[in-house]
């Protein structure tokens, strides 16, 4: 099986998977792995390391409109060394306090591969799922696109600094607080802005037109070759962590003042089908 397919399963199974969080009695938990072949390419620092692995859980946690409250690691790796484990930790402390939560500690295991397993919680009487879009609300996207994108070609350019500072997101705990109360469902983009839409629509029974004028990040606009390399950055690839919602027309520009960062309106649901610029957009983007 591919993983959309593993996860249809896993879905079917356990219905309380369908979101980016379970949810409890009020709070909401989720739980993410990341390794070293896959998520944390050469030039990675164990600061990043740290920050982006429970980065990741904290921007599930906000996709809910929940305020975080917690986060536990899993750090697995070939053998403990002090400075790599401590910066780690600094990376981990240092996002959890980003969106006023706290880092509580978790496991250590020997792995032949640096391996990060990572649990979030939060709370929240009122979770935004991803199954009440309906047809005329806009489609809206926080921050910008394309962002881990740029990181990954700067770290292949050997520009690690500026790479890792693209990888150290903030996750958006606050700006989902803030759409909670206007959003009708919400997600995160970790598999990108085609994937996320597809994945909101089927679970809302509806669709999408998107429009050309996506935001995407200006850093993508040094490292694409072209057009068509800038719109499978910005489009496709994921792992940027924003936010994508949606909202009742009437409640837009009150949902834009409240946010505490941009967000752009990218499109309108619609009764069926995912269309960008009327052209039918590709259910693709990340894949683990």
Same mark, same amino acid.
Not at 18 to 37: I, K, N, S
Not at 211 to 218: F, M, V
């Given at each position: 099986?591919?993983?959309?397919?593993?996860?249809?399963?896993?879905?079917?199974?356990?219905?309380?998977?369908?979101?980016?969080?379970?949810?409890?009695?009020?709070?909401?938990?989720?739980?993410?792995?990341?390794?070293?072949?896959?998520?944390?390419?050469?030039?990675?620092?164990?600061?990043?390391?740290?920050?982006? &692995?429970? /980065?990741?859980?904290?921007?599930? !946690?906000?996709?809910? *409109? $929940?305020?975080?409250?917690? #986060? @536990?690691? %899993?750090?697995?790796?070939?053998?403990?060394?002090?400075?790599?484990?401590?910066?780690?930790?600094?990376?981990?402390?240092?996002?959890?306090?980003?969106?006023?939560?706290?880092?509580?500690?978790?496991?250590?295991?020997?792995?032949?591969?640096?391996?990060?397993?990572?649990? &979030?919680? /939060?709370?929240?009487?009122?979770? !935004?799922?991803?199954? *009440? $879009?309906?047809?005329?609300? #806009? @489609?809206? %996207?926080?921050?910008?696109?394309?962002?881990?994108?740029?990181?990954?070609?700067?770290?292949?350019?050997?520009?690690?600094?500026?790479?890792?500072?693209?990888?150290?997101?903030?996750?958006?705990?606050?700006?989902?607080?803030?759409?909670?109360?206007?959003?009708?469902?919400?997600?995160?983009?970790?598999?990108?802005?085609?994937?996320?839409?597809?994945?909101?629509?089927?679970?809302?029974?509806?669709?999408?037109?998107?429009?050309?004028?996506?935001?995407?990040?200006?850093?993508?606009?040094?490292?694409?070759?072209?057009?068509?390399?800038?719109?499978?950055?910005?489009?496709?690839?994921?792992?940027?962590?924003?936010?994508?919602?949606?909202?009742?027309?009437?409640?837009?520009?009150?949902?834009?003042?409240?946010?505490?960062?941009?967000?752009?309106?990218?499109?309108?649901?619609?009764?069926?089908?995912?269309?960008?610029?009327?052209?039918?957009?590709?259910?693709?983007?990340?894949?683990?």
């Amino acid at each position: 099986m591919d993983e959309q397919t593993a996860l249809a399963l896993v879905g079917d199974r356990l219905p309380a998977a369908g979101d980016d969080c379970a949810v409890l009695d009020g709070q909401v938990v989720t739980t993410d792995m990341l390794h070293e072949r896959t998520d944390f390419p050469e030039g990675t620092s164990r600061y990043t390391a740290g920050w982006r &692995a429970v /980065g990741a859980s904290l921007s599930d !946690v906000a996709a809910m *409109g $929940a305020d975080a409250t917690a #986060a @536990v690691a %899993v750090y697995a790796a070939p053998t403990f060394e002090e400075p790599e484990l401590s910066a780690f930790l600094d990376g981990a402390t240092a996002v959890c306090e980003a969106v006023g939560a706290d880092y509580v500690g978790g496991d250590l295991d020997g792995h032949d591969e640096f391996t990060v397993a990572t649990t &979030a919680l /939060g709370e929240t009487d009122d979770p !935004v799922v991803r199954s *009440g $879009a309906a047809p005329g609300e #806009a @489609v809206c %996207v926080t921050g910008t696109l394309g962002r881990t994108a740029a990181a990954l070609r700067l770290f292949e350019r050997g520009d690690t600094d500026r790479a890792n500072d693209l990888f150290q997101f903030e996750p958006r705990v606050a700006a989902g607080r803030a759409l909670a109360p206007h959003a009708t469902a919400m997600l995160d983009s970790s598999d990108g802005l085609a994937r996320s839409v597809h994945q909101l629509c089927d679970a809302s029974g509806c669709g999408a037109a998107l429009t050309g004028a996506l935001p995407i990040d200006e850093r993508v606009d040094e490292v694409a070759t072209d057009a068509t390399d800038r719109r499978e950055l910005g489009v496709f690839f994921g792992e940027d962590f924003e936010l994508v919602c949606t909202v009742p027309e009437a409640a837009l520009a009150q949902a834009q003042a409240a946010t505490p960062c941009p967000l752009h309106r990218v499109g309108t649901v619609t009764d069926d089908g995912v269309t960008l610029d009327g052209e039918p957009l590709p259910d693709r983007g990340y894949s683990h």
